[in-house]
């Protein structure tokens, strides 16, 4: 009898979940029951707190946290972002799964920013207790109390990108919790998967091609030599939305609401040509592919707005996810089943004797 293979278990179902549900043809993301779009003008701390007690945990406090000195030698030796935050996360201890996940979620934006400041040749900068979740993470990066609409700006794309069904990273971080080891092994394992460029994305590049266009009237001539000459459009498709990806119009309305406010507008009045420019010509040339904006463009265009630099981007990806991954690790732990898929052996067999 033949056994059907799922390679890369596609199409498999591997879990319940009151987290988030992706909606690929409707164009749908449901996050602890509230459309992305409701969640989106919410403070990043209320929606942490909506994932940890949808998953069972209540009472938690997400704050911005201060490093130990210890962690900031490993910074300093990290090369990489993802490298540093994988080193940082996995160096911190826990003695009880609550206590875990309040340490990661608010450590994650001072490992990032000291890393930052580090690389650049200052010193790390301490969360104030004045400010809060998305507002220390600038602070930290940059020593000045950040605009207004930059703070909202960051929240919006915490809360868009906070939890996604159960991808790489996500579904990394739920094996390590169902054998029993505790939310720290999960986190440093997420992290791992999420540094993968199949799984964390390219935003940088949807932006540098809006970059290398320039002005609007060249749009049309660059893009269109892109797809003849089957290069990709950054940016645009997704393997699992078929419509438009419901995150990039929370974050193009923030993107014009910041940009509006405290930003460059004719880099946002080019982006947006570009976009629709792009999209006018994928359906001309691939008629039915139902290519659309993905999340990757807005993100690009939005975090560039922020002063972030291209290798802050994943990570700060990850400083919203990470409350996403704890959440799944409560509600591994409350399954209580170890994830234990099955293979199919294809290699050479030993000769009946």
């Known amino acids: 009898m033949t056994t059907m293979v799922h390679n890369g278990l596609e199409g498999i179902v591997a879990a319940e979940t009151r987290l988030s549900m992706v909606d690929g043809e409707r164009g749908e993301l449901v996050i602890g029951g509230f459309r992305v779009e409701e969640l989106s003008s919410w403070p990043f701390e209320r929606v942490v707190s909506l994932l940890w007690e949808t998953a069972g945990f209540t009472g938690g406090d997400c704050k911005a946290v201060a490093l130990p000195a210890k962690l900031?030698?490993?910074?300093?030796?990290?090369?990489?972002?993802?490298?540093?935050?994988?080193?940082?996360?996995?160096?911190?201890?826990?003695?009880?799964?609550?206590?875990?996940?309040?340490?990661?979620?608010?450590?994650?934006?001072?490992?990032?920013?000291?890393?930052?400041?580090?690389?650049?040749?200052?010193?790390?900068?301490?969360?104030?207790?004045?400010?809060?979740?998305?507002?220390?993470?600038?602070?930290?990066?940059?020593?000045?109390?950040?605009?207004?609409?930059?703070?909202?700006?960051l929240e919006t794309y915490l809360n868009t990108v906070v939890d996604h069904g159960l991808n790489a990273s996500t579904f990394a971080a739920r094996v390590i919790a169902s054998t029993g080891s505790d939310f720290v092994s999960a986190i440093t394992g997420a992290i791992g998967a999420l540094k993968g460029p199949l799984h964390g994305g390219a935003p940088g590049p949807a932006l540098d091609m809006v970059f290398e266009i320039g002005e609007a009237g060249r749009a049309e001539e660059v893009l269109r030599r892109k797809i003849e000459s089957g290069e990709r459009l950054m940016g645009f498709g997704h393997r699992v939305y078929k419509v438009r990806d419901p995150r990039a119009d929370v974050l193009a309305a923030a993107a014009e609401r910041m940009f509006t406010r405290a930003g460059d507008m004719h880099l946002y009045e080019l982006a947006r040509h570009v976009e629709a420019t792009a999209l006018r010509l994928l359906e001309e040339h691939k008629p039915g592919r139902r290519?659309?904006?993905?999340?990757?463009?807005?993100?690009?265009?939005?975090?560039?707005?922020?002063?972030?630099?291209?290798?802050?981007?994943?990570?700060?990806?990850?400083?919203?996810?990470v409350a996403g991954w704890t959440a799944h690790c409560f509600e591994q732990r409350a399954a209580g089943r170890i994830i234990r898929p099955q293979s199919v052996y294809v290699g050479r067999r030993p000769q009946v004797l």
């Open 72 to 153: 900031f030698s490993l910074l300093r030796d990290a090369g990489d972002p993802m490298d540093a935050l994988r080193m940082a996360a996995g160096a911190m201890t826990a003695k009880y799964d609550a206590e875990a996940a309040e340490l990661l979620v608010g450590s994650f934006p001072a490992i990032v920013a000291a890393w930052w400041r580090l690389r650049n040749g200052r010193e790390p900068i301490a969360p104030r207790e004045d400010l809060g979740f998305a507002a220390n993470y600038l602070y930290m990066l940059t020593g000045n109390e950040p605009h207004e609409a930059f703070v909202r700006g």
């Open 291 to 321: 290519l659309q904006t993905n999340v990757e463009f807005y993100t690009a265009l939005l975090l560039h707005g922020l002063g972030l630099e291209v290798p802050l981007f994943t990570p700060t990806f990850a400083i919203g996810r």
